[in-house]
């Protein structure tokens, strides 16, 4: 049973008057440890498929599973939860706040997760140091480097151990070095703790050297489902 | 999350913009300075009022009884020899202050609306307030004493000046007076028949301002009292120079009226052996007391009316020196009727809540009586419904600073709308989000509250420094603001609920920030 699965997935905007499909009728499937790239030029829908699978949306038709439980009939509430627990989401952008500390960013998820004050900061030495970070964690974003960003970021989803690791284009703001770096670093980290990863890319190459199966996304389908 | 890591996350957003929130806290702190001002005035109002000026002559306690006047009595005596005669029902409405009183005590009540104790129609069967009533009254249940109000008017010669004196007669024991507790010199009567007087501050600084017109002139005739500048050693000193000093008395030669032996009972011997001289060609008689004690003009707002009497010499000495008094009509009514009794009787009860109580007793002994009680509470009324007033005043300024918070708690919420983003994406939920605002809003609430409380304080300082100064100028000062903790309290949490309320919508906004939206990179 997959670990994550989009069954029959449509997911409409309104854009003013016109109303944008951004999927349509997609079904997928994520297994447990598996590394899952999902590829498709801009505006294929492959970053709306992604929001659905870290439940920072929910779809007009279909509905998403997760470990075979539907995530449909979750609350606003139950669905926080769900982002807090389950899954964790690094982006293009990092998204780190700005005025923490990459350690702070990092306790902030730790809070949410209600981890008590006295932990939340040697678990987040922890997490920084698991990324290679121990030295940096009292700097701010705008202190460290993109890839340091970026690692802050994974550290951040890593924090309440999620089943699945949600990337949105991660090497997205990184020159081609550092996003080698970056992949290394997931790929090893996968293979380390069997971790769940899904990656948005428009990237080819990365997808084709680092996932284990590709789906491939056009104006809101799947052409390519590799499996 | 727990509300600790809120309330931290809260602050820090509050540091972040140290500006704005200082700004948005201003807004609160006028609203609550305002309130505090307002309502504190009020409240000082009520206090200088009601608890300063009543409680320190003990009104609460207090209840005057009121015998049937002699127009009365006459009524009542002509209707037993004359049985046919209806009796006329607008006795009760004639004057009620037929002898010493000049027709003009404020202490005698309205007819009519003095009391729910106060018997309602006229009656005739009223009894004679005699010292037998009296004794009755003292036995009732709470009733700490019962006398007869002794107060009359006598010429008075004190430092070579002789003018007219409204003299009241005192019970020696300090506790059965509490205006005598506090002495600016000296103290209370040795005993019940002493030839002593106690004066006022006031009575020695009227025969000073006398001697002295210069000072006369700043003299403060306003509501906001009186009493000389000066200071408090001055004062003291003043008053003690007068203790021991000699006040004459000046009556009739005893021969002039129809003297009777006993008064009620009381064997009179007025005039005992070497107790009184003559004055020239022996037209008048004087009767010599020491100053014994020296009473404080109290400060603050000065009902005159209540405290009148200047002079006080002790209960035994006034009984007999009414009696050397009466006046011609006294006299006649005396020779129709007998004696009249007493005018007045003050009972004074254990605690207040007893007085309506006691004041039914009264009623059953057949004599009208009047308290402040009813008219207390609706005093209290009335300022309950003026310091609401004056609250709503200050509420409008609070209320202006709501829309001050909810302006920046929205732009706080425009600035951090992709930080809000961040939180949902990485497992905030609404309620946190919307619980981070509303204690944003409640420390704005409190920040502003406390100073505001604090500013209002001050302003009440300064103001009433000001009018002290320049306003009233003389005499103790007056303290016109009361803050009590209930107040401060109150704004503070009135603070801090307004802006809870200016917060519901930002709040709710924030809650709603579509997290995917917040998030898409520019």
Redesign the interface.
């Known amino acids: 049973m997959p670990i994550l699965e989009a069954r029959s997935v449509t997911r409409e905007y309104h854009m003013g008057a016109e109303t944008v499909r951004a999927l349509s009728d997609v079904s997928a499937g994520i297994e447990r440890g598996e590394f899952v790239a999902i590829i498709g030029t801009s505006g294929s829908g492959k970053s709306t498929l992604l929001n659905l699978f870290g439940g920072l949306d929910r779809p007009n038709e279909g509905e998403i599973l997760f470990d075979g439980k539907s995530l449909a009939p979750l609350s606003s509430r139950e669905m926080a939860r769900y982002r807090l627990r389950r899954v964790g989401m690094i982006f293009q952008s990092f998204n780190l706040i700005p005025t923490m500390t990459a350690q702070q960013n990092v306790t902030l998820a730790l809070a949410f997760a209600g981890v008590a004050r006295r932990d939340r900061r040697t678990r987040a030495d922890e997490l920084l140091a698991r990324v290679g970070l121990e030295t940096r964690a009292l700097h701010r974003p705008s202190e460290l480097s993109g890839g340091e960003q970026q690692r802050v970021a994974i550290a951040r989803a890593l924090a309440n151990e999620p089943d699945i690791l949600l990337a949105d284009e991660p090497t997205g703001n990184l020159d081609s070095r550092r996003a080698t770096e970056l992949m290394d670093f997931l790929n090893e980290m996968r293979r380390r703790d069997r971790r769940t990863i899904v990656m948005v890319t428009h990237d080819q190459e990365l997808a084709h050297n680092y996932a284990d199966r590709i789906i491939r996304l056009k104006d809101g389908r799947v052409i390519d489902g590799d499996a | 999350?727990?509300l600790?890591?809120i309330l931290a996350l809260a602050l820090?957003n509050l540091r972040?913009a140290k500006l704005r929130t200082a700004l948005t806290v201003i807004g609160v702190v006028i609203g609550v300075a305002a309130i505090i001002t307002m309502v504190s005035f009020g409240i000082g109002l009520q206090q200088n009022i009601i608890s300063n000026a009543f409680a320190k002559l003990d009104l609460f306690t207090v209840i005057t009884v009121f015998g049937a006047n002699t127009d009365e009595l006459i009524a009542l005596d002509d209707t037993m020899n004359n049985p046919s005669n209806v009796p006329s029902n607008n006795a009760d409405a004639s004057s009620n202050n037929a002898d010493d009183d000049s027709g003009d005590d404020p202490s005698d009540p309205p007819q009519g609306e003095s009391s729910p104790a106060a018997s309602p129609t006229p009656d005739l069967r009223r009894r004679r307030l005699d010292d037998a009533a009296i004794a009755e009254m003292a036995a009732i249940n709470g009733v700490r004493y019962a006398l007869p109000v002794l107060m009359f008017q006598s010429y008075v010669r004190y430092e070579g000046r002789t003018e007219r004196q409204r003299i009241g007669g005192a019970l020696a024991s300090v506790d059965y007076n509490p205006r005598f507790k506090n002495f600016l010199a000296g103290g209370s009567f040795t005993n019940d028949d002493a030839r002593e007087v106690i004066v006022t501050e006031n009575f020695l600084d009227r025969v000073a301002a006398r001697r002295n017109p210069a000072r006369r002139a700043r003299r403060n005739q306003g509501p906001f009292s009186p009493a000389p500048v000066k200071s408090d050693e001055q004062r003291a000193e003043d008053a003690a120079s007068a203790i021991g000093r000699e006040i004459t008395l000046l009556t009739l030669p005893s021969a002039a009226g129809p003297e009777p032996t006993s008064v009620f009972g009381i064997p009179l011997g007025l005039l005992e052996a070497g107790d009184q001289e003559s004055g020239p060609d022996g037209r008048y008689e004087t009767h010599v007391f020491r100053i014994r004690g020296v009473l404080p003009s109290d400060g603050g707002v000065n009902f005159d009316q209540f405290a009148r009497t200047d002079l006080y010499i002790p209960v035994e000495q006034a009984r007999r020196f009414r009696q050397a008094n009466r006046d011609p009509l006294e006299l006649m009514s005396e020779a129709l009727i007998g004696d009249a009794g007493y005018q007045r009787a003050e009972v004074r009860v254990m605690d207040p809540t007893v007085v309506r109580d006691v004041q039914r007793e009264i009623t059953k002994l057949g004599f009208r009586s009047f308290s402040l009680t009813n008219q207390i509470d609706e005093i209290r009324y009335i300022f309950f419904v003026v310091n609401g007033g004056l609250a709503l005043l200050g509420g409008i300024a609070l209320l202006v600073a709501s829309f001050g918070i909810a302006n920046t708690m929205i732009m706080s919420i425009l600035e951090r709308t992709?930080?809000i983003?961040?939180?949902?994406?990485?497992?905030?939920?609404?309620?946190?989000i919307m619980r981070i605002f509303f204690f944003e809003a409640s420390l704005i609430g409190l920040l502003g509250g406390a100073f505001g409380v604090l500013a209002g304080w001050g302003t009440d300082r300064l103001a009433n420094f000001l009018v002290n100064r320049y306003v009233v100028k003389q005499g103790p000062y007056i303290e016109f603001f009361s803050i009590p903790w209930y107040l401060w309290l109150g704004a503070i949490a009135f603070a801090v609920l307004i802006s809870l309320a200016a917060a519901v919508y930002p709040a709710l906004r924030a809650a709603r920030v579509d997290?995917?939206r917040a998030?898409r990179?520019d």
């Open positions: 999350m727990n600790t890591d820090r972040q992709r930080e983003g961040i939180m949902k994406a990485i497992g905030g939920s609404d309620g946190e997290p995917i998030l990179h």
